[in-house]
C-alpha cells in the first residue's frame, strides 16, 4: 500500500471546455487490467465542456454548487450538491456550472481496452444549448 503522489491541479483544455474548468486526479490506474479513474473537476460559473461519451458510461457526484447536464435531444438536468448523475456507455452528453454557481464534482469512470478511447470529444456546446430548459433532477 503507498500513499498516492501528489499531482498539481491543471487547467483544462480550451479545445474541450469553455470557461475555467480545473481538474485534480484522485485514483488513475496503476496495473495494466485496472480501468478506474476518479478525478475533482471544478467549474467557474458558466463554464462548460464540449460534446463528448463515455466508452464505459460516467459517474458523477456533485460536491458543491450547481451542475447542468445535457443530451442530445435537448434535455438539461440540474444536479445538486449530494446527488450523483450516470450516464450510460456511448450517450453524447455535456456537464457544466449553472449560470452564477461555481460547480465541483467527483468524475468517475473506467477506462476502455485503449485508454485513448475512452472518452470521445465532439464539438463545443451553443449558447442555445447551455441555456435551454432545465428539468430539476429529484
Known amino acids: 500500500m503507498n500513499i498516492e503522489p501528489t499531482v498539481p491541479t491543471h487547467k483544462n483544455p480550451p479545445e474541450q471546455f469553455v470557461g475555467d474548468v480545473w ?16 478525478a475533482t ?4 460559473p ?3 465542456t464540449a460534446w463528448h461519451s463515455h466508452a464505459l458510461g460516467q459517474y458523477l457526484r456533485v460536491t458543491q454548487g450547481v451542475a447542468r447536464f445535457g443530451t442530445r435531444d435537448g434535455k438539461i438536468v ?7 448523475l450516470y450516464t450510460p456507455p456511448g450517450q453524447e452528453h455535456w456537464h457544466a456550472a449553472a449560470p452564477g454557481f461555481y460547480m465541483e464534482h467527483i468524475a ?4 476502455a481496452d485503449d485508454p485513448a478511447t475512452t ?17 430539476d433532477e429529484k
Do not use: S, Y
Not at 473537476?41 to 467557474?44: E, L
Not at 468517475?108 to 477506462?111: G, H, K, Q, S, W
Open 23 to 38: 481538474l485534480d486526479p484522485i485514483a488513475l490506474p496503476h496495473e495494466p487490467d485496472q480501468r478506474m479513474v476518479v
Open 41 to 44: 473537476v471544478r467549474f467557474a
Open 46 to 48: 458558466g463554464a462548460r
Open 78 to 84: 440540474e444536479v445538486h450538491a449530494g446527488q450523483t
Open 108 to 111: 468517475m469512470l473506467e477506462n
Open 119 to 135: 472518452t470521445t470529444w465532439l464539438e463545443h456546446i451553443t449558447d442555445a444549448e447551455f441555456n435551454g430548459t432545465t428539468q
